[in-house]
């Protein structure tokens, strides 16, 4: 089951993601998207927290608010994590993570650096607003790949044939 959210803090609205156990973030990380960015609390367990960025959106220029919300949901998915104050948060394209044989489960590491976010307390509103949008559904990961493939292949032979006609 992967449990979804709804982040209003921007326009439209972001849809932020993560898997309820290990094994579940074991899943999203094999399929997750080249534009999803990834959460987590730096060196404590914590959830994987994985943000769908909206096309118009680049991962080196997100929005504050929408960080902080990203932020606040890894904080409070952390058993550790939410019961202290001051953590890092860190945060990189999915498509960064680094997953080799030998790691345990739900352990990952990077192909090149991350960013690093600086959390001082829980902030209770903010995640219970998130919350509030939690949504629990099974998702074919497999099938959901293949969709997003054929989505963008079609776009890009709709682009080739535009240029053609031009």
Known sequence: ????????????????????????????????????????????????????????????????????????????????GNKKDNLTIIYTPADNLKKTGDMAVGQVSFHNDKRVLHVPKRENPIVNRLNKTKVEQVVDHEQEKIDRIKKESAARRAAAAAQVRR
């Open 1 to 80: 089951m992967v449990l979804f959210f709804t982040s209003t803090a921007t326009n439209p609205p972001t849809i932020l993601y993560m898997g309820r156990d290990k094994v579940e973030n074991e899943e999203l990380i094999k399929y997750a998207w080249p534009q999803d960015i990834w959460f987590h609390v730096d060196k404590l367990s914590s959830a994987h927290v994985y943000l769908r960025m909206a096309d118009i959106m680049t991962w080196d220029k997100l929005p504050e608010a929408l960080l902080t919300d990203c932020a606040q949901l890894v904080k409070a998915n952390s058993i550790e």
